[in-house]
């Protein structure tokens, strides 16, 4: 009898760590993502990337970035060259090959991973990558473009102004004028460019918009002021999918200090999710379409998480952002709300890297060259 030949297994880079404030966040999701990798069907090549940037792997590449003892690592490597393709090792000054890539997955929030900078490289290097490309990731993670785009296609988002460094240093006073042109108190000072709730403020007063604007600004070059969505409950909504991409069903935070702060999320771990959110049925799928309609306006694929705000008297909903490597544990809202929807975490990860190869085909048939007839 002949023997069943094997269908080669798919590898996979998993990255994580990086250089932005939410390095130990991406470490908890890398480690629910890699132990969901049916070892039957991938060969899995964690990559470990350091607060300063530095790409390592090597055995129990994790562990050493969580005890953040990388010597007995190897550098790693890939190459913006499609001819240069797969990962690599730097020993002793050399590259070594270690082996083919099919698909990138990085578990990489924030800065320097989920906003478009490492999509770029992926894209250079020509394999497949799960999530967003370079559009979707950048304008998702710039809190004031997202919103300007969100406006532009009639989607509701809380009023909010813009201000750049250099202003905020020439004229602090013309600044705080401008922000509370905005509204009644409280204000939410916010870096554009930044997640978990890193350098937010919820500003009461005059002086404490002041602090959140200094301190929001040294995290950022440009800072936004919104308007405070007060007396609103928060529901987010998982997305999956290229370009028919499915919400799941809506879930609900309950943050347990005064706003969905960075120690609420993280720190103390005690805000609660309830799944499904207890809301009207209109109002879920109102939610629901509005999270489609925002994750095809700025091009997602993959995946991404929506959250909303929906004000308690009025019903209204509005959408806060789109977070499109949003955190991976296997406790945390994105698998869980799809878990309440009937997709398993261990079915979201094949799903997800199905996703990402159905993409980079796509992408092999388009042409990228125009070359004129002589
Ligand atoms: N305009 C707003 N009105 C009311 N609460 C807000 C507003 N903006 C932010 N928040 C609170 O701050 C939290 C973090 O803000 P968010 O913009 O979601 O930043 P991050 O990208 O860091 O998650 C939200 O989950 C919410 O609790
Ligand atoms: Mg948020």
């Given at each position: 009898m002949p023997t069943a030949t094997l269908s080669p297994k798919l590898r996979v880079a998993v990255l994580f760590g990086g250089r932005s404030g939410e390095h130990e966040v991406s470490l908890m999701s890398a480690r629910s993502v890699i132990a969901a990798l049916d070892p039957a069907k991938y060969e899995v090549f964690p990559v470990g990337i350091t607060h300063d940037g530095n790409w390592f792997v090597g055995e129990n590449v994790l562990e050493k970035l969580e005890q953040g003892k990388t010597d007995s690592l190897d550098h790693a490597a890939i190459f913006p060259e499609p001819g240069y393709q797969g990962l690599y090792a730097i020993r002793n000054t050399q590259y070594v090959k270690l082996t083919d890539l099919d698909v990138l997955f990085p578990v990489l929030h924030g800065t320097f991973g989920e906003d478009g900078t490492m999509q770029g490289l992926f894209e250079l290097a020509d394999v497949a990558y799960v999530g967003a490309g370079v559009v979707g990731s950048a304008v998702g993670m710039d809190k004031g473009i997202f919103k300007d785009v969100m406006r532009a296609n009639g989607i509701p988002v809380a009023d909010w102004a813009m201000f750049r460094r250099s202003e905020i240093e020439r004229d602090m006073n013309e600044v705080i004028r401008k922000a509370e042109a905005l509204g009644d108190y409280p204000l939410f000072a916010k870096p554009a460019n930044l997640g978990s709730s890193v350098g937010i403020s919820k500003c009461n007063n005059r002086s404490d918009l002041g602090e959140g604007i200094m301190e929001a600004a040294s995290f950022d070059r440009r800072v936004l002021i919104e308007r405070g969505v007060v007396n609103a409950r928060e529901i987010e909504v998982s997305v999956l999918g290229n370009d028919e991409p499915l919400a799941s069903v809506c879930g609900e935070v309950l943050p347990s200090?005064?706003?969905?702060?960075y120690e609420s999320k993280?720190?103390?771990?005690?805000?609660g999710l309830m799944i499904?959110?207890?809301?009207?049925e209109e109002t879920s799928i109102q939610i629901r379409e509005l999270a489609v309609r925002a994750y095809k306006t700025i091009d997602c694929a993959g995946m991404a998480r929506a959250d909303f705000f929906l004000e308690k008297e009025s019903g209204r909903v509005i959408l806060n952002e789109l977070n499109t490597l949003p955190g991976f544990t296997s406790i945390s809202m994105y698998p869980k709300l799809w878990n309440a929807t009937g997709v398993s975490y261990p079915e979201l990860v094949d799903r997800l890297i199905q996703l990402a190869l159905d993409r980079k085909t796509e992408r092999d048939h388009t042409t990228r060259e125009f070359r004129r007839s002589q």
């Open positions: 200090r005064e706003f969905y702060s993280y720190v103390d771990g005690t805000s499904p959110a207890q809301i009207p």
